[in-house]
């Protein structure tokens, strides 16, 4: 680093020195916001465990990271459970049950321990969305005749992470998820009556 002295004796700092000071800290800082903008590492997968859904919703509720990873290992006949984990982390999941008798999605969700507050669906009248301290969710309910299984479905899909309030632009997300899986598994599952 360069110096001169002024006649009072202090130091006098070369334009070289503070230019390059100035070059680095704009470097650092462009660098941080490319950083920000390129959002997930993963591409957001068109299904879950079979079932089709908008990679595009799917990517609002899904935290950013580098691998996505899906299991239905606890899936059995009449109830379907996609579990997706990024990162080694559970993120989401997708769990909808066949049953004989219509149940109320708002009965189910006050009868959760997770759900702290909730809400109507803007998207499907049938679908309560609800937020609870480090979950989110929608429950609904809705005819479905698969087999001699049952003629009624109740889906819930939650995803983990804080909102705050339920008008969270991410509730609004998990909503319009939860609506096109529950009309894809609906199409793929449910015989028509």
Known sequence: MTSCKNS???????????????????????SSCQQDATGPDHPAPDHLCGTSVDPNLLETVLPSGAKVEQDDEHSFEGY???RVSVDGQYALSA?????????????????SR???????????????????????????????AAQELGSQALLTVHATGATNGLEDPRLTDIDALAADYLENFRERHCQEG
């Open 8 to 30: 009072s004796g202090r130091a006098i700092w070369s334009s070289r020195w503070f230019a390059g000071v100035w070059m680095a800290g704009t470097m650092a800082l462009a």
């Open 114 to 144: 997770l759900a702290t507050e909730y809400r109507q669906s803007a998207v499907d009248a049938g679908t309560i969305v609800w937020r609870g301290e480090e979950v989110a969710g929608a429950t609904a309910a809705f005819g479905c």
């Open 80 to 82: 379907t459970d996609c």
């Open 95 to 111: 769990v909808v049950y066949l049953l004989n008798a219509e149940k109320d999605p708002l009965t189910e969700v006050l009868s």
